[in-house]
Every structure is written in structure tokens, then in C-alpha cells.
């Protein structure tokens, strides 16, 4: 299905900035490490029509922008057939489900609107970019990167695409 690899290439792409303000509110090791192992292997499947019980109860079907997780880390959020990922950027209650997810991976609640203005971004991610500085959080952008595995170009990349779209 287009719609889920369009999301998944943007999920991919926002990965390290919500991972940023994850380390900003954490100090452990431990929990650094369950952070970052979660966001890695998160999965989140667009689905527009779902059946799940709940310990046997009577079937219910997924509504759009309800989520329900498989297990720890894989996720399933219904959304309408007909909408695209700038259309579903542009809808409330999706977003807020996608930031809902995010706080259950990291069973946080504290970044929710972090999460969701992260997700709600434009192409470029100036907004988020912005903040990142203005929060002073650039360190905890560059260790999200290095515990990702991202690459020093890709770092570098982020940051020319930065200055251009200022």
C-alpha cells in the first residue's frame, strides 16, 4: 500500500528528532538505551479496515484515528482510504493518535505535543529544526543521530537543508 510507505519513509525521517526529545528528559543509561532499541524497531502499519479481540472479547473493528499495538513495539492506526500523508498531517485526531503511540513506546506523556508537531512538520522539518535550536537540544540531536546509526553526511545533510530553508 502507497500510503504506509509514504509514512514509513516520513516516520524514518522524524525518527531522530523525536528521539531528541526523548534523551532531553532521560539520564539512565538504561532507559537511553530502551529509548532508543523502541524507537528503532517501532512499526507502525496504516490500516483502513481491522478486526482485534481483546482477551476474547467480541471482535471490534478499528476505527480511523484509533491505534491499537500488537505487541511492545508494532503499532496499527486506522485512517480514511482516500488520504494521503500531507491530508493525514492535516488531521487532528490522526496526529494526536500518532503522538499517543509515540508516548506508550517511550511510556512518557510529557513530549505528547512535542511528538505531534514533530509529526505535523512540513517536508523539510524547518519548524522542528527551528526548535531543536532554540531549545538549545542540538547535542541531544547529534547523540540521537550517532545512537541511530546515522551517518556524519546524513548529520551534515540535516544541517545544510537547515540553513538552506531558513
Do not use: H
Not at 525521517?13 to 524497531?41: C, F, G, H, Q, W
Not at 478499528?62 to 500523508?85: H, Q, V, Y
Not at 500518532?98 to 512538520?121: G, P, Q, T
Request: charged share 30%; proline share 2%.
Amino acid at each position: 500500500m502507497q500510503k504506509n510507505e509514504e509514512f514509513n519513509r516520513w516516520f524514518a525521517m522524524i525518527k531522530p528528532y523525536l528521539l531528541t526529545y526523548r534523551l532531553d528528559s532521560i539520564n539512565t543509561i538504561e532507559l537511553i538505551n530502551s529509548s532508543v532499541n523502541a524507537i528503532k524497531s517501532c512499526s507502525i502499519k496504516i490500516v483502513t479496515s481491522l478486526s482485534y479481540t481483546v482477551n476474547g472479547s467480541e471482535s471490534k473493528l478499528l476505527m480511523p484515528n484509533e491505534f491499537i499495538n500488537s505487541d511492545k513495539n508494532s503499532f496499527f492506526i486506522g485512517a480514511d482510504t482516500i488520504l494521503n500523508l500531507e491530508q493525514l498531517k492535516d488531521t487532528p485526531a490522526f496526529c494526536e493518535a500518532f503522538s499517543e503511540i509515540l508516548c506508550v513506546l517511550f511510556e512518557v506523556n510529557e513530549n505528547k505535543d512535542d511528538f505531534r508537531a514533530i509529526f505535523k512538520d512540513k517536508e523539510y522539518l524547518k519548524d522542528t529544526k527551528y526548535l531543536i535550536e532554540t531549545k538549545m537540544l542540538t547535542d541531544e540531536y547529534e547523540k540521537a543521530c550517532q545512537l541511530l546509526g546515522l551517518s556524519k553526511d546524513e548529520m551534515l545533510f540535516g544541517k545544510q537543508l537547515q540553513r538552506e530553508n531558513r
